[in-house]
T-cell receptor
Framework: RKEVEQDPGPFNVPEGATVAFNCTYS??????FFWYRQDCRKEPKLLMS???SGNEDGRFTAQLNRASQYISLLIRDSKLSDSATYLCVVRVGTASKLTFGTGTRLQVTL | ETGVTQSPTHLIKTRGQQVTLRCSSQ?????VSWYQQALGQGPQFIFQ???????GRGNFPPRFSGLQFPNYSSELNVNALELDDSALYLC?????????????FGPGTRLTVL
């Protein structure tokens, strides 16, 4: 079983739609959670850290469910510029490494 | 922009050669992590350097080695290159004193091994 699993997509949605991505992680000792965004052939960019109580940043909402070991990202009012691959990332305890999922590709269309 | 820089941006090598990639961390960050990202995959952790010492290593062979300098910049060295080493190599800088110890990535070096 992969340490971090994501639906690879692609998710094709029209502009203005709401889209949700889920991610599951296997190690119950995971302590820190993040969503990164990666554009084609570019580096990953930190979108949000995911707090235990859930958090919102504009059109983006992240949720954490420790009991079920999953993380979600909700994007409201999708824009063309949201088209990218969204990477779910976890850190186990205070370990140095981040463990990435393979990413979910989002394509927002007119 | 994150302020993390990497050089070179692209590199083509042949099997068996050696390569050195460089990374300058964001101002105020004393930790550098290196990742390998193959096409269609998420980044895989190679190792991390903190205060010039290796501070964690992923599942990569010893021919992957690194250094960190007093100014916190870092190098990744790969010996005896193999075709499967073709990938995007990313470095990320961070500061353990930040609440969530987020890592911020540089633009990467795209390595092609022929």
């Amino acid at each position: 079983r992969k340490e971090v699993e994501q639906d690879p997509g692609p998710f094709n949605v029209p502009e203005g739609a709401t889209v949700a991505f889920n991610c599951t992680y296997s190690n119950s000792a995971s302590q820190s959670f993040f969503w990164y965004r990666q554009d084609c052939r570019k580096e990953p960019k930190l979108l949000m850290s995911v707090y235990s109580s859930g958090n919102e940043d504009g059109r983006f909402t992240a949720q954490l469910n420790r009991a079920s070991q999953y993380i979600s990202l909700l994007i409201r009012d999708s824009k063309l510029s949201d088209s990218a691959t969204y990477l779910c990332v976890v850190r186990v305890g205070t370990a140095s490494k981040l463990t990435f999922g393979t990413g979910t590709r989002l394509q927002v269309t007119l | 922009e994150t302020g993390v820089t990497q050089s070179p941006t692209h590199l083509i090598k042949t099997r068996g050669q050696q390569v050195t990639l460089r990374c300058s961390s964001q101002s105020g960050h004393n930790t550098v992590s290196w990742y390998q990202q193959a096409l269609g995959q998420g980044p895989q952790f190679i190792f991390q350097y903190y205060r010039e010492e290796e501070n964690g290593r992923g599942n990569f062979p010893p021919r992957f080695s690194g250094l960190q300098f007093p100014n916190y910049s870092s190098e990744l060295n790969v010996n005896a290159l193999e075709l499967d080493d073709s990938a995007l190599y990313l470095c990320a800088s961070s500061s353990p004193s930040s609440l969530y110890n987020e890592q911020f990535f540089g633009p990467g070096t795209r390595l092609t091994v022929l």
